[in-house]
């Protein structure tokens, strides 16, 4: 999940979500929120994330984990941004290593507060450019509401909630479910791997150090030992720092290859081959890699953008609440 990015059609009223056990109204959020008090909002960031893909296509898939970082810890409140003195902010919690991003939220927000100071949030711009980068590497379209207000508190240990490489797929689905995301939402957006990189750093485990039944340690014995010596041929014992596709054979396009490879055990990460573990994902999975799926539904372009969305609406702060930042990296 979170472990992509070189470093996964709106719904335009969204109902309260459960956050951290308190039921948070984002009502306030619609599509077009800057249309008269910041009218080149988007589109000023849409520009600014097509110029530094140029640079760096890589930084595309590292944007749409760099919104799942910020909205599964305590919502999409831009606490992700927020660089802390001793270390103790919420991005310097391990979760987060391989971040990036923070330094095109940092750029857009300069630029946007030249057009219209103090108007467009950061949270607001972290899911503007995530949904940006999806259309980039050649997802879908799709509107999002705005309207997000900024968070007054950034923590190491709140970071502890997102979920891990190495969460079995029931703790998966509960730390989805407390953001109040289903089983199908958990699929789809592990599906924005269908683009991206890993480090060796999380496959470690999988590969060399997985508990065995039997006793001991070794590799996760659901790997296809062909994949098996694929994988472990590209990441050595104690390389961290190697990438590889998330998405084998299909690295740079968007599309549905990722949940066929899951299917066959191609899954490179263990929580992506934890997708095929439970009955309510393992439907999941096989009703959107089915080749038949894109001529009669259901329609994984159509319903990953609603994830999406869904998944940006987690915990929002509106209205009064919360503040505008003059920067991205520190409080008013």
């Known amino acids: 999940m979170g472990r992509s990015g070189g470093g996964g059609p709106a719904i335009l009223l969204v109902a309260a979500v459960l956050v951290a056990g308190a039921a948070v109204s984002n009502a306030q959020l619609k599509v077009g929120f800057y249309s008269k008090s910041?009218?080149?909002?988007?589109?000023?960031?849409?520009?600014?994330?097509?110029?530094?893909?140029?640079?760096?296509?890589?930084?595309?898939?590292?944007?749409?984990?760099?919104?799942?970082?910020?909205?599964?810890?305590?919502?999409?409140?831009?606490?992700?941004?927020?660089?802390?003195?001793?270390?103790?902010?919420?991005?310097?919690?391990?979760?987060?290593?391989g971040l990036r991003g923070l330094d095109v939220v940092d750029s857009i927000k300069q630029q946007l507060e030249s057009e219209c100071p103090g108007v467009v949030s950061c949270a607001d711009i972290v899911v503007l450019a995530s949904r940006d980068a999806i259309a980039f590497t050649g997802g879908p379209s799709f509107d999002v509401p705005t309207g997000r207000r900024d968070g007054r508190t950034s923590s190491l240990r709140d970071a502890d909630v997102l979920p891990d490489v190495k969460d079995s797929i029931d703790v998966l689905r509960s730390k989805f479910a407390a953001n109040g995301l289903d089983d199908k939402d958990l699929v789809l957006l592990s599906s924005a791997h269908t683009v991206g990189t890993t480090a060796c750093f999380f496959l470690q485990d999988r590969l060399y150090n997985f508990p065995l039944a039997g006793g001991g340690r070794g590799a996760d014995p659901s790997i296809p030992?062909?994949?098996?010596?694929?994988?472990?041929?590209?990441?050595?014992?104690?390389?961290?720092?190697?990438?590889?596709?998330?998405?084998?054979?299909?690295?740079?396009?968007?599309?549905?290859?990722?949940?066929?490879?899951?299917?066959?055990?191609?899954?490179?990460?263990?929580?992506?081959?934890?997708?095929?573990?439970?009955?309510?994902?393992?439907?999941?999975?096989d009703t959107y890699s089915s080749m038949l799926s894109?001529?009669?539904?259901?329609?994984?372009?159509?319903?990953?953008?609603?994830?999406?969305?869904?998944?940006?609406?987690?915990?929002?702060?509106?209205?009064?609440?919360?503040?505008?930042?003059?920067?991205?990296?520190?409080?008013n």
């Open 38 to 97: 910041c009218p080149t909002a988007e589109s000023t960031v849409a520009s600014a994330v097509r110029q530094f893909a140029d640079a760096d296509s890589t930084i595309l898939p590292a944007l749409v984990r760099l919104q799942f970082h910020d909205c599964f810890v305590k919502g999409c409140d831009g606490s992700v941004l927020i660089k802390g003195v001793g270390n103790n902010a919420e991005v310097n919690n391990n979760k987060h290593q």
């Open 225 to 285: 030992e062909a994949f098996l010596s694929e994988l472990q041929s590209r990441c050595a014992p104690g390389d961290f720092n190697t990438r590889l596709p998330l998405d084998r054979g299909s690295e740079a396009e968007f599309d549905t290859s990722i949940l066929r490879n899951i299917r066959n055990g191609f899954a490179v990460i263990a929580s992506d081959a934890a997708l095929y573990n439970a009955t309510a994902t393992v439907g999941v999975v």
């Open 294 to 331: 894109a001529f009669f539904g259901p329609y994984f372009r159509q319903d990953f953008a609603d994830a999406m969305v869904k998944m940006g609406s987690v915990g929002v702060l509106t209205g009064a609440a919360g503040e505008v930042r003059k920067v991205c990296s520190k409080f």
